[in-house]
């Protein structure tokens, strides 16, 4: 496997470390890739002083193993992703792929180090936002519910900037239209500024209705956080093991388990398993191969009207009458 590694420290700009990592070409602030690698473009653009940003627009032409180092431990890097295939997400060293990546949107403190395994054929088109934290500060601290933890969520000894989840609709809308700017177009740098900051200002929206966990976070407890959500969709169509169990299987206590389950997915494990049941519920309905009785069983729903219940509240709909729907 080809193994690319990024380093990034207070020595060096961005667009050089990308430029000889990918082994590109710089044509002012893009880089032109098309090897035995990649075929691609990368765009990077300082917005001021503490805030900088990069598009990656590539496709790979083999499996390549990403490493990501930062001597620099004072940003956050918030990634919003969009890829034609899945991405696998590496903890410790190239053995211990954990799971499939399928968040769209990762919010990574500098601190740590990540590792991404892209396959071949995979068209990733990735904005990275880089901002200090001294300004991401100072966002947060213009809104009365975020300046009440602002002082924690900062606190290095306390706890580590993370989660990964989904972006908004409005977000994905946003990147959607992007991308129909050619990048030859003399508009293309304002229109990039636009997107950066309107991603800023929703990533913030965000954070108002989520709920914020202060905790410490280090490399192992992210692989064994993503290495458990694997399992409970590996095991979807059994019952709840249990947080005990969990928590076992990754060496955690059942607290900090919960805590970090929470803080890096977005959900409690109970409700990820649940919400993820009732996906994988709607999919086998949609084959058309499945009752809803014989799905309510499949799944080990107590009881069809139980399951009925709990699909109505997720989609709107009963399952028999969205099966009529299809």
């Given at each position: 496997m080809k193994v690319i590694e990024?380093?990034?420290?207070?020595?060096?700009?961005?667009?050089?470390?990308?430029?000889?990592?990918?082994?590109?070409?710089?044509?002012?602030?893009?880089?032109?890739?098309?090897?035995?690698?990649?075929?691609?473009?990368?765009?990077?653009?300082?917005?001021?002083?503490?805030?900088?940003?990069?598009?990656?627009?590539?496709?790979?032409?083999?499996?390549?193993?990403?490493k990501y180092k930062n001597d620099l431990k004072r940003f956050v890097a918030l990634n919003f992703y969009m890829t034609n295939h899945n991405v696998d997400f590496i903890a410790d060293n190239e053995t211990s792929v954990v799971g499939k990546f399928d968040y769209n949107l990762v919010i990574m403190d500098s601190s740590l180090d990540t590792d991404y395994v892209v396959n071949e054929g995979t068209r990733t088109y990735v904005i990275c936002v880089f901002i200090d934290k001294t300004a991401l500060k100072e966002y947060m601290d213009k809104m009365p519910k975020l300046r009440l933890v602002t002082k924690d969520v900062f606190n290095t000894k306390k706890n580590t900037i993370i989660s990964m989840g989904r972006m908004s609709t409005e977000s994905s809308i946003l990147l959607n239209d992007f991308r129909k700017i050619p990048y030859d177009s003399f508009l293309f740098e304002f229109y990039f500024r636009g997107l950066v900051y309107n991603l800023i200002g929703d990533y913030l929206e965000q954070l108002l209705e989520k709920k914020i966990i202060i905790s410490k976070v280090i490399g192992d407890d992210i692989k064994g956080i993503?290495?458990?959500?694997?399992?409970?969709?590996?095991?979807?169509?059994?019952?709840?093991?249990?947080?005990?169990?969990?928590?076992?299987?990754?060496?955690?206590?059942?607290?900090?388990?919960?805590?970090?389950?929470?803080?890096?997915?977005?959900?409690?494990?109970?409700?990820?398993?649940?919400?993820?049941?009732?996906?994988?519920?709607?999919?086998?309905?949609?084959?058309?191969?499945?009752?809803?009785?014989?799905?309510s069983d499949k799944l080990n729903y107590a009881n069809i009207s139980y399951f009925a219940k709990r699909f109505n509240s997720k989609y709107g709909v009963f399952p028999k009458e969205y099966q009529s729907l299809l």
């Open positions: 990024h380093v990034y420290s207070s020595d060096n700009k961005w667009i050089d470390v990308v430029a000889e990592a990918m082994g590109g070409t710089v044509h002012g602030d893009f880089i032109k890739g098309d090897n035995e690698t990649y075929t691609g473009t990368h765009f990077v653009l300082i917005l001021e002083e503490r805030i900088s940003a990069m598009l990656i627009d590539t496709t790979y032409k083999e499996q390549v193993l990403l993503i290495a458990s959500k694997a399992l409970l969709l590996k095991i979807i169509e059994e019952i709840f093991p249990g947080i005990e169990f969990l928590a076992e299987q990754v060496h955690m206590s059942p607290s900090k388990y919960k805590k970090l389950f929470t803080k890096i997915t977005g959900f409690s494990p109970g409700t990820f398993f649940s919400d993820s049941k009732l996906e994988r519920a709607k999919e086998l309905l949609e084959t058309g191969q499945y009752t809803v009785s014989e799905v």
